[in-house]
């Protein structure tokens, strides 16, 4: 038997993006947005294809709205200025009688399930409002169903989160990537008034990524920005090798002295990496492993949750026998190369080891996606498993089945096979459809 642990809350999970050749990082020295990624992804867009930048994310965009169903929504794209630097600023306008004032999560998941794109873009972009919802729940202390998504009926971060995940999609990539993102100080105006600095959802989508504090009085990492990289990135640190394709450039609303409010985005083919021949960021996976004879079986739970706070992607305990009949266990722990130190700190400190074994590995996985369904007595978030856009596999939320059943006092089981029945109802095969700004043009 096998224990294991995963990471709860909304600490990053796994990359989640529709399948695709390409990789592509994000390097936020400047900051990141969700206006300045997708003015980055529409920039290298445009770029690659020797097009106007301004003048193709204007048409994209009015695809994109169109799509969505939202009327009542202007769009700006224009080449500016940032600490010397081009980079391309987009400009939602909203006519405030189109829309109510705020939406909540579920309003909003219904806007984008009725949108025209790919289930992948679909599944992708629920995947980032899920996430933003449950830090936004988190901050202040209640259910994601009593929460509001403000700024004119969350109209930006619609348009934000649907455009970033489907330029990405008409981009060909497959993989994102991330840098150390940047702190600021100070405090910053919202709906809620004045908040400290990363304000509190943006802190809590934070968890598990590498930040760094940067001399700027202001946001540097919104929660629209945080919400997308958190979920859409498999990894985070230095520039993967690949051969770069475009750059884009994405520009903020300031022009701040000593940072350049800008996001760049590095679209290419993944290459291997150098002296390893292991594709991505930080030079591949290490599997860290120890054989622990000496330490109490309870203390695992507390070193486990430790290795995953210092970067473990997996972490789990199997018992086994060693020489002379004696039993004991093995610590298993999968991590990227970039986070090997901190992972081993973690272990050193937290476990009686006093030394471990460290094996290069390569992974093959399925597509990976999330949707919430309904069923006779609530909504239920459903994991999927894809090849090629092809649905293999549904895993209803257990937690989540296992609260409805007890509230309802139904089986667990009958809760489990409607969630199953339900998502099977809801995401089907399909042939992926041209994004905006795909090959229809």
Not at 284 to 305: F, K, Q, R, S, W
Request: contains cysteine; aromatic residues 4%.
């Amino acid at each position: 038997m096998r224990r294991t642990a995963t990471r709860s809350g909304v600490g990053r999970p796994v990359g989640l993006l529709p399948p695709g050749p390409r990789a592509a990082w994000v390097d936020a020295a400047g900051g990141v947005a969700g206006d300045m990624l997708l003015g980055a992804c529409l920039d290298a867009l445009a770029r690659r294809d020797g097009r106007d930048p301004a003048a193709t994310a204007r048409a994209f965009l009015r695809d994109l709205a169109r799509r969505l169903g939202l009327r009542g929504v202007r769009f700006a794209a224009a080449e500016v200025r940032r600490g010397g630097f081009r980079g391309l600023q987009l400009e939602v306008r909203i006519d405030a009688r189109a829309h109510p004032h705020e939406r909540t999560p579920g309003q909003v998941a219904a806007i984008v399930r009725r949108a025209r794109f790919s289930p992948a873009v679909r599944a992708a972009v629920l995947a980032v409002f899920a996430r933003l919802a449950a830090a936004e729940a988190e901050a202040h202390g209640k259910p994601v169903s009593r929460i509001h998504l403000h700024e004119v009926g969350a109209v930006d971060a619609i348009v934000d989160v649907v455009g970033t995940v489907a330029a990405l999609e008409a981009l060909g990539v497959g993989t994102l990537h991330g840098s150390v993102l940047p702190q600021g100080t100070g405090t910053v105006r919202a709906a809620h008034g004045e908040l400290p600095l990363p304000a509190p959802a943006a802190a809590l989508l934070l968890r598990g990524l590498p930040v760094r504090g940067v001399a700027v009085d202001g946001e540097t990492v919104t929660p629209t920005g945080a919400a997308l990289v958190a979920t859409l990135a498999g990894s985070f640190g230095a520039m993967p090798a690949m051969t770069v394709e475009a750059l884009g450039v994405g520009a903020g609303t300031h022009d701040r002295p000593g940072i350049a409010n800008l996001t760049r985005l590095f679209v290419g083919r993944p290459a291997p990496a150098a002296g390893t021949g292991a594709v991505g960021g930080g030079g591949g996976e290490v599997l860290v492993e120890a054989n622990i004879d000496d330490m109490t079986p309870e203390l695992y739970d507390h070193a486990l949750e430790r290795l995953f706070e210092a970067g473990a992607l997996d972490a789990f305990v199997t018992p086994i026998l060693m020489k002379k009949g004696r039993p004991a266990h093995t610590l298993s722990v999968l991590v990227e190369r970039a986070k090997l130190e901190p992972v081993l700190t973690a272990l050193f400190r937290e476990t009686t080891s006093i030394g471990c074994r460290l094996i290069e590995v390569q992974k093959r996985a399925l597509e990976r996606a999330a949707v919430d369904v309904r069923t006779p007595w609530g909504t239920i978030p459903v994991k999927l498993s894809l090849l090629g856009g092809e649905v293999l596999g549904r895993r209803p939320e257990y937690d989540a089945c296992r609260r409805l059943a007890r509230a309802a006092g139904v089986p667990l089981r009958a809760v489990v096979e409607a969630a199953t029945a339900a998502a099977g109802r809801l995401v089907t095969p399909a042939r992926r459809r041209p994004g905006p700004g795909g090959s229809r043009r």
